[in-house]
């Protein structure tokens, strides 16, 4: 832990960070002294951020578990009342699965070209700007400045519409790691009713994310931190495990409302 005098602000409610510091690669992790958010020093630039998701992939969401896991997304959000006939946004939507199972009423932004119908670079070139619902899920926490994007977002969501993200939990009861520039913020529950008050939304749900995954990268992720030698006496387990299997995960399921 190092300590830092250069004044270092939250970047959503702009108190002042404490003066210590967890250093974490070329980065440092400073925890606002106001909501508890944990964030990321020196913010990357959109170049820096662009340069290091060019090529980017993650082995823990290969394309079918992706493809499951947002059909899981589009079925939860029943209980919030969405249907196929409601307008959505799906903001920060990859390889738009989640766009594509969802339907002709829902679309997608995303930096980089999918070549997806209804998938689009820039809130600009959307054919409409009015939605029911928005989602970002696993996308607050890549961003280097979430408040001015809820902020953008917002006007485009419908009195009473609902926006759903999720992110890593900085208060659950499961590990996770810091490490820039892929993760730039960790949130708590004072966090989010900080950014959704200065948004214009109100939060109505937090709760744990479960999603599913292949049960050998699960197990894996289990044990790795364990000697090699000793993971070998897991295989019989694995070899017993269903292909995917529902697994907690250190994100959290947020709701907010517009009046």
């Known amino acids: 832990m190092t300590q830092h005098t250069s004044p270092v602000t939250c970047p959503v409610c702009l108190l002042p960070a404490g003066n210590y510091s967890m250093q974490a690669g070329a980065y440092r992790i400073f925890k606002c002294t106001g909501c508890g958010l944990e964030h990321t020093y020196p913010v990357p630039t959109l170049d820096e951020l662009s340069a290091f998701y060019t090529g980017y992939t993650d082995i823990r969401a290969a394309d079918d578990v992706v493809l499951r896991n947002a059909g899981r997304n589009i079925a939860a959000l029943a209980a919030y009342g969405y249907t196929p006939q409601k307008s959505m946004l799906d903001f920060g939507t990859g390889d738009a699965s989640f766009v594509t199972l969802a339907g002709q009423q829902c679309y997608g932004i995303d930096f980089k070209d999918s070549g997806v119908e209804r998938v689009y670079r820039q809130l600009s070139d959307l054919p409409v700007n009015s939605f029911e619902f928005i989602t970002l ?42 490490k820039p520039v892929e993760h730039l913020t960790y949130w708590t529950h004072k966090a989010f009713n900080t950014l959704f008050e200065k948004c214009g939304l109100k939060l109505v749900e937090h709760r744990p994310y479960m999603m599913m995954q292949k049960s050998a990268i699960y197990l894996d992720r289990l044990l790795s931190r364990t000697p090699a030698d000793y993971r070998t006496a897991f295989n019989p387990t694995l070899a017993g495990l269903p292909e995917y299997v529902e697994v907690p995960t250190n994100e959290i399921f947020v709701v907010a409302e517009k009046a």
């Open 137 to 178: 899920w696993g996308v607050l926490e890549h961003l280097n400045d979430p408040m001015a994007t809820i902020k953008e977002l917002t006007p485009m969501l419908e009195p009473g519409g609902k926006m759903i993200i999720t992110t890593v939990d900085a208060e659950g009861p499961i590990p996770y790691y810091y």
